[in-house]
Nanobody, 118 residues
Framework: QVQLVESGGGLVQAGESLVLSCTAS????????MGWYRQGPGRQRELVAD???????NYADSVKGRFTISRDNAKNTVYLRVNSLQSDDTGVYYC????????????WGQGTQVIVSS
């Protein structure tokens, strides 16, 4: 099993920034994709961004240009820098990974909450 632990969420004013971190531990073979979903009030869970083990990143249109995803493979950690936060960015941000060398499994973190006020 792979465990994912997120950190970095909090309460911020509109226009401010945060850096979210997610570190994987446990029985790690290959972290092929790491990324972030979020779920805001009254919304379905949506993909925010993800990044492959080769460094290819994808972003939701709503965050492109404001959010930046990166990963440190040596630390089994993925980061999400969230800039210019607005009210619609409020929600619980969930880290996930697709891992495995042959058969892939999906793992989820427990989430870190981002609340954007004003």
């Amino acid at each position: 099993q792979v465990q994912l632990v997120e950190s970095g969420g909090g309460l911020v004013q509109a226009g401010e920034s945060l850096v979210l971190s997610c570190t994987a531990s446990g029985s790690i073979s290959r972290l092929r994709v790491m990324g972030w979903y979020r779920q805001g009030p009254g919304r379905q869970r949506e993909l925010v961004a993800d990044i492959t083990d080769g460094g290819t990143a994808n972003y939701a249109d709503s965050v492109k240009g404001r959010f930046t995803i990166s990963r440190d493979n040596a630390k089994n950690t993925v980061y999400l820098r969230v800039n210019s936060l607005q009210s619609d960015d409020t929600g619980v941000y969930y880290c996930y990974c697709n891992a495995g060398q042959w058969v892939l499994s999906t793992y989820w973190g427990q989430g870190t909450q981002v609340i954007v006020s004003s």
